[in-house]
């Protein structure tokens, strides 16, 4: 279900904070090792932008999450736009 991968709100200090998943330590070693977590790790953060958000700015307020996934937001799309702009015409008759 979507809604369990949200992030969590931390009531002592009313923040967003990263939600996770439970599982064994001999799972997903891969992952474990990717994101520079114990082999025995028994839990996992979820694997959206919204959590990877978070991960990287660290708790935030709902407020400043979502102004923080709107200028990601705003960022991906003008280098989408450039990419397509400068770099179509070398691909593709101009």
């Given amino acids: 279900c ?3 991968r949200l992030p969590r709100v931390d009531e002592a200090s009313g923040l967003m904070v990263p939600s ?3 599982c064994k ?3 997903y070693r891969f992952w474990k090792a990717l994101l520079m977590l114990p082999a025995d790790a028994t839990e996992l953060p979820n694997f959206t932008v919204i959590n990877w958000t978070l991960r ?3 708790p935030l307020s709902e407020r400043n999450l ?3 996934l709107m200028v ?3 960022i991906s799309c003008a280098l989408g736009l450039a990419l397509r702009f400068y ?3 070398k691909f593709f008759d101009g």
């Fill in 72 to 74: 990601l937001q705003v």
């Fill in 25 to 27: 330590a001999t799972q």
């Fill in 2 to 4: 979507p809604r369990h």
């Fill in 66 to 68: 979502c102004l923080a």
């Fill in 87 to 89: 770099a179509g015409p």
């Fill in 56 to 58: 990287v700015l660290g």
């Fill in 20 to 22: 996770g998943f439970e």
